[in-house]
């Protein structure tokens, strides 16, 4: 049971490169989110999905766009990087938000 | 406006001692609080999860508990081990899909 996983790892990207972060998890789980953590702060909601075909903005979605097309996958795409889109990325998901998350591993994301 | 905020933010003692954790928030409607470590380079691991109507909840050696009608949360952890070191975050869930966290308190346990 792999729970959420998240590819790449680490990346670099130039400004205004493209890109999409990958997340899938394998619980069956409806809602699922990607979160930003800048340097010593919590996490902020970038998007959320209560299931496959249904997403919405989070706290800070400007320069992302997310897709739910099965219940394994919500893949974060960015367009037009920038470098205020340097963070560490997580994805997260939940069978009922009641009752706790699970997150991935993270993605290290660099634009320069 | 939900805000969270955890005090102090890093923390050092000697392997052995009991600490705690501090965790506040503004807005008492909230569903449940939870705590999560984080290690470096890492994702966030669930430690605890606090329902609206418990007062604590224990796990091991790792006991929460929460008071809403002050807006506060405690993590407290007996006889620290150096396995302990890592950032420990806070999150109030105040339905809505919205997870609000604090900013983390690193925490260092020396052999």
């Known amino acids: 049971n792999a729970g959420v996983t998240q590819t790449p790892k680490f990346r670099i990207l130039k400004i205004g490169q493209s890109m999409t972060l990958q997340c899938t998890q394998d619980?069956?789980?409806?809602?699922m989110y990607w979160y930003r953590q800048d340097p010593g702060m919590g996490l902020k909601l970038i998007y959320y999905?209560?299931?496959?075909?249904?997403?919405d903005k989070g706290e800070v979605p400007n320069g992302y766009n997310v897709s739910r097309s099965t219940t394994e996958d919500f893949p974060l795409r960015l367009e037009l990087a920038a470098p205020s889109q340097t963070s560490v990325y997580f994805c997260?998901?939940?069978?009922?938000?009641?009752?706790?998350?699970?997150f991935g591993s993270g993605t290290r994301l660099t634009v320069v | 406006k939900q805000e969270v905020t955890q005090i102090p933010a890093a923390l050092s003692v000697p392997e052995g001692e009991n600490l705690v954790l501090n965790c506040s928030f503004t807005?008492?409607?909230?569903?449940?609080l939870q705590w999560f470590r984080q290690d470096p380079g890492k994702g966030l691991t669930s430690l605890l999860l606090?329902?609206?109507?418990?007062r604590e909840q224990t796990s091991g050696r790792l006991n929460a508990s929460l008071d809403k009608s002050s807006g506060r949360s405690t993590l407290y952890i007996a006889a620290s081990q150096p396995g302990d070191s890592a950032t420990y975050l806070c999150?109030?869930?105040?339905?809505?899909?919205?997870?609000?966290f604090g900013q983390g308190t690193r925490l260092t346990i020396n052999p």
């Open positions: 619980m069956n789980h409806n809602y």
């Open positions: 807005d008492s409607a909230i569903y449940n």
């Open positions: 999905s209560v299931g496959a075909g249904i997403t």
């Open positions: 997260a998901s939940s069978q009922d938000p009641n009752y706790g998350y699970t």
């Open positions: 606090i329902q609206s109507s418990q």
């Open positions: 999150a109030v869930n105040k339905g809505a899909q919205k997870l609000v």
